[in-house]
């Protein structure tokens, strides 16, 4: 028996099929949008509008969104005063790119802030804040860096999980990147304990804390990422911290990244005596 042959669909048809084909791609797209549109409202809403001022003490800071727009990421920078008086500051990137990243970071900042309040120290801080993490089950992780400074006794007490190191360079030429000894990051390891490095500040200087995406990109390593800074901080000590910011978290647009990036810088003007 002869088969019938189907008669191939007419023009009008193929231009309906089209449309609906352009109208569900575009629909994604405006989902997607949207989505990015609310992480970055989230975002611009969970950094701090403001940084402290605290006498000899000068605090200023850079973000740069992903350069790849769908990719919003959980990157943070913090500055308070705690209980005691002391000056808090914290830097952290938190695991993935979208709305959940972004509301993960808000969290983690959050309970960073909150547990300040009842802790000044820095080990004590994170250990609370990795455990509070893990009892919550975001099943999300974020790097981060914790310091506290009293500018009355003039010491540093930094505290990392598994963050990037920070730069830092006094008037008296010294310099260098913090390869301090450091822990896990949050939400992975419960009742983990986080190393502690004291320092005193003696003399005028800046410290830089930064985020990966600063130093870091697809073909450019770390390291490398880091001598570069390094240089920067080690020539601009006594710049404008806006200016040493913004030239610092220019870095990256070397690196090629595709992450955030985020830059405190936090320069000391040296003990009361030798202002």
């Known amino acids: 028996m ?19 084909l352009v109208d ?8 997607q949008q949207a989505r990015v549109e609310l992480a970055m409202a989230l975002q611009r809403h969970m950094l701090p509008p403001e940084l402290p001022e605290l006498l000899g003490v000068h605090i200023a800071a850079q973000y740069a969104p992903s350069r790849d727009g769908l990719d919003v990421g959980g990157d943070w920078y913090d500055a308070f005063l705690m209980m005691d008086g002391s000056l808090g ?4 990137d938190a695991q993935g790119h979208d709305v959940e990243a972004v509301a993960f970071m808000g969290q983690v900042r959050t309970s960073l802030r909150a547990l300040a309040e009842a802790t000044s120290d820095p080990s ?28 009355l006794s003039r010491d540093l007490t930094v505290s990392r999980a598994g963050h990037v190191p920070m730069v830092w360079a006094t008037a008296g030429g010294r310099s260098g990147i913090a390869l301090d000894r450091g822990g896990p990051p949050l939400g992975v390891v419960a009742g983990e304990r986080y190393p502690v490095t004291h320092r005193r500040l003696l003399e005028a200087g800046v410290l830089v804390l930064l985020t990966d995406g600063v130093v870091e990109g697809p073909h450019y390593p770390m390291e490398a990422g880091l001598a570069e800074v390094h240089q ?4 601009g000590f006594d710049a404008d911290p806006d200016v040493l910011a913004s030239a610092v978290v220019k870095v ?20 009361p005596e030798s202002r």
């Open 2 to 20: 002869r088969g019938h042959r189907n008669d191939p669909p007419d023009n009008a048809q193929l231009l309906i099929n089209l449309g609906r």
């Open 24 to 31: 569900q791609a575009l629909e994604r797209i405006k989902l």
């Open 89 to 92: 500051l914290s830097i952290g």
């Open 124 to 151: 004590e801080v994170l250990s609370r804040a990795n455990d509070l993490l893990i009892s919550m089950s975001f099943g999300l992780f974020a790097t981060c860096c914790f310091l506290r400074f009293d500018p």
């Open 232 to 235: 920067l901080v080690r020539a």
């Open 252 to 271: 990256a647009d070397r690196t090629g990244h595709r992450d955030d990036a985020a830059v405190l810088v936090v320069r000391y003007d040296g003990p």
